[in-house]
């Protein structure tokens, strides 16, 4: 049995920014890219909610999977997304790291062996 995501809702704070991380370092494909009359902009009160919940990490954060944690890992860096923890094995048994996206928002990838 396969799974997939559907979709995954990661708030941000400078939708183009987001988009070229996601597709351009990260490598997504881009399948449908809406916005909703104009819903891709925030109010500057909004943008300091957005911020101060993330940075609190109580909003969001997404686990992703590769079967080379060390080559993305280069392309992550190489971005300038703020590391957090570059590739580590963990004594739970996963291989992983961990970063920003540009508006903050926790990533960690794990390795797929």
């Given at each position: 049995?396969?799974?997939t995501?559907?979709?995954?809702?990661?708030?941000?704070?400078?939708?183009?920014a987001?988009?070229?991380?996601?597709?351009?370092?990260?490598?997504?494909?881009?399948?449908?890219?809406?916005?909703?009359?104009?819903?891709?902009?925030?109010?500057?009160?909004?943008?300091?909610?957005?911020?101060?919940?993330?940075?609190?990490?109580?909003?969001?954060?997404?686990?992703?999977?590769?079967?080379?944690?060390?080559?993305?890992?280069?392309?992550?860096?190489?971005?300038?997304?703020?590391?957090?923890?570059?590739?580590?094995?963990?004594?739970?048994?996963?291989?992983?790291?961990?970063?920003?996206?540009?508006?903050?928002?926790?990533?960690?990838?794990?390795?797929?062996?």
């Amino acid at each position: 049995m396969d799974i997939t995501i559907h979709y995954a809702f990661l708030p941000h704070t400078d939708a183009d920014a987001s988009l070229a991380f996601y597709r351009d370092t990260l490598g997504f494909e881009v399948r449908n890219d809406v916005g909703y009359q104009g819903l891709r902009g925030i109010t500057d009160d909004e943008r300091r909610t957005v911020l101060e919940l993330i940075a609190k990490g109580s909003y969001t954060a997404i686990t992703l999977a590769t079967d080379d944690l060390d080559t993305l890992f280069g392309k992550i860096e190489a971005s300038g997304a703020e590391v957090l923890q570059e590739p580590a094995d963990q004594p739970y048994g996963v291989r992983d790291c961990a970063f920003r996206d540009p508006s903050g928002n926790l990533v960690r990838i794990n390795e797929v062996r």
